[in-house]
T-cell receptor, first 109, second 113 residues
């Protein structure tokens, strides 16, 4: 079967750094997405990785290891507005997106 | 550009009633999707379309129907609503296949009582 695992909830402090992990087992792999979803709102795109390595975009970075079936999203200089759920999604061999359940990130002052 | 729009935002249905959730996009995207999101669960694909006149089932299509007569519109029809269909429904669109970013509408929160 296809499976994506993320921690259910994480807590971090304003100004700190947090790493959200995602492991996946899917039938084929054609890329991995991270989306941000604030409570009561729609998901919005953060990043896309298809090759191994780190992609940096401002305060957010995303890492991929295809051989390990592993990715992480790194958020630096945390702000209160970063409180949200972070969704990991993998494109399988049929180019369909398989979604993880999301990680709820709580930022404390 | 309005992006992806959905109506209504909220709806309460009685068991056995039917309704249509509307979705439209103005980005000229070929690919459109319907998802449902239940609390603590990932997004589940209901139906998708790769262009006008072409639709296909996703992971959880039972109890739903779709049509795609134009590039812009992708309505989702619920027939004989059941409590198990209580969920938040998101419509999304993308330029191409699964390696392209998906743009989401604001969602429809549906309760079936």
């Amino acid at each position: 079967g296809q499976n994506i695992d993320q921690p259910t909830e994480m807590t971090a402090t304003e100004g700190a750094i947090v790493q959200i992990n995602c492991t996946y087992q899917t039938s084929g792999f054609n890329g991995l997405f991270w989306y941000q979803q604030h409570a009561g709102e729609a998901p919005t795109f953060l990043s896309y990785n298809v090759l191994d390595g780190l992609e940096e975009k401002g305060r957010f970075s995303s890492f991929l290891s295809r051989s390990k079936g592993y990715s992480y999203l790194l958020l630096k200089e945390l702000q209160m507005k970063d409180s949200a759920s972070y969704l990991c999604a993998v494109t399988d061999s049929n180019y369909q997106l398989i979604w993880g359940a999301g990680t709820k990130l709580i930022i404390k002052p | 550009n309005a992006g992806v729009t959905q109506t209504p935002k909220f709806r309460i249905l009685k068991i056995g009633q039917s309704m249509t959730l509307q979705c439209a996009q103005d980005m000229n995207h070929n690919y459109m999707y319907w998802y449902r999101q239940d609390p603590g669960m990932g997004l589940k694909l209901i139906y998708y379309s790769v262009g006008a006149g072409i639709t296909d089932k996703g992971e959880v299509p039972n109890g739903y129907n779709v049509s795609r007569s134009t590039t812009e519109d992708f309505p989702l029809r619920l027939e004989l609503a059941a409590p198990s269909q209580t969920s938040v429904y998101f419509c999304a669109s993308s330029y191409g296949e699964g390696y392209n970013e998906q743009f989401f509408g604001p969602g429809t929160r549906l309760t079936v009582l």
